[in-house]
């Protein structure tokens, strides 16, 4: 369902299915993994993903929190139109970054490196 990418600083999880109640807890488990392994800078791939339910939804606004709680960033890429208006209507954009593409966020890195 989810693979580790580690690139220097940079960790990619890449989610392969769409998160639903049946696997939310090893979404959460998965994420708090890639939490704990990731160097600095965190990039949660959602580019194979075509739908989140509200636990999904729950355990990556508190992903992000505990990232800056641990001097990290969280960011999303592989954004599609249904999700998007998901992130749109609970104000995802406010507290982290949301990207379009994987490649978009790691030259948002680059720039910060």
Do not use: C, W
């Not at 693979?3 to 708090?32: G, H, P, Y």
């Not at 990556?60 to 001097?71: F, G, Q, T, V």
């Amino acid at each position: 369902m989810m693979r580790l990418i580690k690139k220097n600083l940079l960790s990619i999880l890449q989610v392969d299915k769409e998160i639903t109640i049946k696997n939310a807890d090893e979404f959460k488990e998965n994420m708090e993994v890639f939490l704990d392994e990731a160097e600095k800078f965190l990039i949660l791939d959602l580019t194979k993903v075509s739908y989140l339910n509200s636990a999904a939804l729950g355990i990556i606004a508190h992903a992000a929190m505990n990232a800056k709680k641990s001097n990290k960033e969280l960011v999303i890429a592989g954004v599609n139109p249904p999700i998007s208006e998901i992130f749109e209507i609970v104000k995802f954009s406010t507290f982290m970054e949301l990207f379009q593409t994987v490649e978009e966020a790691e030259e948002y890195y680059l720039e910060v490196l």
